[in-house]
């Protein structure tokens, strides 16, 4: 480990990993980092831009704790709203269809 002598504090070289380095690291899912990030199981570092930013030891406990997957909450997307025009034209096509007896 590299120590590095600054104003007569030590601070310690670590290495300092991206979502996709981290994923590249640990094999798993940079979306999968993301969420175990957003939910606290991972300590990371949230950059004014959105981006994350994880230490090799927070990575480390991470894995050495085991990370419950399969807990993570998965984010869906929301469902946008029909156009008014399609929503009507289908409607349309549905009542026209049971007066046909379809």
């Known amino acids: ?14 290495d300092v990993y991206t979502l996709k380095e981290a994923a590249r690291v ?3 899912g940079v979306e999968t980092l993301r969420r175990a990030c957003q939910e606290g199981l991972i300590k ?13 030891t927070a990575l480390e ?6 990370l419950d997957l399969q807990a993570l909450s998965r984010q869906r997307k929301k ?6 025009p399609l929503r009507r034209a289908l ?3 549905r009542q026209a269809r049971a007066q046909n007896g379809e």
């Open 44 to 56: 990371a570092v949230r950059l004014p831009n959105g981006e994350y930013r994880i230490t090799d």
């Open 1 to 14: 480990m590299n120590t590095l002598s600054c104003k007569q504090k030590e601070v310690i070289d670590m």
């Open 61 to 66: 406990q991470a894995l050495s704790r085991g």
């Open 91 to 93: 409607e349309a096509r």
């Open 79 to 84: 469902k946008r709203p029909q156009p008014e």
């Open 26 to 28: 640990t094999k798993i």
